[in-house]
């Protein structure tokens, strides 16, 4: 049974949930999420507070609990605070541009590249080379940030490439410091 689904979710304020069913609906100053609840799994608001409940008879229950619970605070902290990823892109001559719907990158190519951005995602680019990727669904802006990263992951040599911002790339020895390096 997993621990942090037994603990209460706590109401931020401005945020409004309706369960019908299995499907949980969560208003707030950000926007509006809908989450489909898997079976055996109820939530019940009393007082502010959320609880989550899974019923005995549930194949899989310790593993669906706590993912559960995880989804349905992810649900309520993107509608009344939001969620940002922010991208670096390191290297001579990288940048991006934010064009209509569309994230324009240069990263090294002879060819443009765009992104066609969600429409519940809001794409911010600052001085060229920083991106900043925002909105109220968790999974959506985590996805789109990992999709535009993997057109250019940081490379372990120079470490140029488009990387999260205070990600640490472990950089390694190229072939003349092998070189130079004594034999034994």
Known sequence: MSRL??????????????????ILEVKGPKGHLKHKLEYGITV???????YV??????PDKNRLYGM????????????SQGF????????????????GNKLDLQVGYSHP????????????VDKGILIIISGVDCQKVGQFAATV??????????GKGIRYENE?????AGKAAKAAAPVK
């Open 53 to 58: 409940f899974i019923s005995e008879d549930t």
């Open 113 to 124: 590249t765009f992104f066609l951005i969600p429409p519940e995602i809001k794409v911010v």
């Open 149 to 158: 990263r993997s057109l250019k992951p940081p490379e372990p040599y120079k």
């Open 84 to 99: 940002e990823k922010r991208l670096n892109l390191i290297g001579v001559g990288y940048r991006a541009a934010v064009q």
């Open 68 to 79: 559960q619970w995880a989804i349905i605070k992810n649900l309520l902290q993107g509608v």
């Open 44 to 50: 019940e608001q009393k007082e502010g507070v959320l």
């Open 168 to 172: 640490y790339v472990r950089k390694k």
């Open 5 to 22: 689904g037994k603990t209460p979710i706590p109401l931020p304020k401005g945020v409004e949930v309706k369960v019908n069913g299995s």
